[in-house]
């Protein structure tokens, strides 16, 4: 199970790499909300896919973001405990970042990832060009991309899915976000570590 866990995480890295034509790869031309420029360390905890009370199988994880000028780091840490036997990824990303209005586009330069298995350790680090549009919502105190994404990977569903006209601040967008912001087993959102903006 945890070799296969292994695998998954080893093709993570390419396969984050998509068609760099869709919208939610750039930012809008143009945009009339006021902002405040997003700056701190937002945190998303990723439930558990281990039983709540296993003695056997024990599983945490955790994306970060943390925004510093124009540069930002992202981080995805995994822990998986089979009988004793402690396994962990680390993976870490560096970029740059632009943001307009309250959308906000990272674009991923470099990533670097670390696997501890069985008291093995393994490193690689390589360049991983790739952009991501996120959306910053005042409103929800919350940062959430437009597709799902989690240790570098992503899903091509999210919230963009739900909305009617890209980049369109509307309703639409808002429901859309709240939607994937409360998903118990998926949630996409991220949450600054202080609490306060």
Same mark, same amino acid.
């Given at each position: 199970?945890v070799?296969?866990i292994?695998?998954?995480?080893n093709?993570?890295?390419?396969?984050f790499?998509?068609?760099?034509s869709a919208?939610?790869?750039?930012?809008?031309?143009?945009?009339?909300?006021n902002?405040t420029?997003?700056?701190?360390?937002?945190?998303r905890? #990723?439930?558990?896919?281990?039983?709540i009370? @296993?003695v056997?199988?024990?599983?945490s994880?955790?994306d !970060? =973001?943390?925004f $510093?000028? #124009?540069?930002?780091l992202?981080k995805?840490? @995994?822990m998986?405990?089979?009988?004793?036997?402690?396994? !962990? =990824?680390?993976i $870490?990303? #560096?970029?740059?970042f632009?943001?307009k209005?309250?959308w906000v586009?990272?674009e991923f330069l470099?990533?670097?990832?670390?696997?501890v298995e069985?008291?093995?350790v393994s490193?690689?680090?390589?360049s991983?060009?790739?952009?991501?549009?996120y959306y910053?919502?005042?409103?929800?105190?919350?940062?959430i991309?437009m597709?799902?994404?989690?240790?570098?990977?992503e899903s091509?569903f999210?919230?963009?899915d739900l909305?009617e006209e890209?980049?369109k601040?509307n309703?639409?967008?808002?429901l859309?976000?709240?939607?994937f912001s409360?998903k118990?087993?998926a949630n996409?959102?991220?949450?600054?570590?202080s609490?306060?903006?």
């Amino acid at each position: 199970m945890v070799v296969r866990i292994l695998s998954i995480f080893n093709f993570s890295l390419i396969l984050f790499t998509f068609n760099c034509s869709a919208w939610y790869r750039e930012l809008p031309q143009t945009t009339t909300q006021n902002i405040t420029v997003i700056t701190g360390k937002w945190i998303r905890k #990723n439930p558990p896919k281990s039983p709540i009370n @296993s003695v056997v199988y024990k599983n945490s994880s955790m994306d !970060t =973001i943390e925004f $510093q000028e #124009n540069k930002f780091l992202k981080k995805y840490d @995994s822990m998986n405990e089979i009988s004793g036997i402690l396994n !962990t =990824i680390h993976i $870490q990303a #560096n970029g740059v970042f632009q943001q307009k209005g309250n959308w906000v586009l990272l674009e991923f330069l470099e990533v670097s990832k670390k696997i501890v298995e069985d008291g093995k350790v393994s490193q690689t680090k390589m360049s991983n060009p790739n952009k991501l549009l996120y959306y910053f919502s005042e409103k929800e105190k919350l940062l959430i991309p437009m597709v799902y994404e989690k240790g570098l990977e992503e899903s091509e569903f999210g919230v963009k899915d739900l909305i009617e006209e890209p980049y369109k601040e509307n309703n639409k967008l808002e429901l859309s976000i709240l939607n994937f912001s409360k998903k118990e087993y998926a949630n996409h959102a991220y949450y600054l570590e202080s609490g306060r903006l």
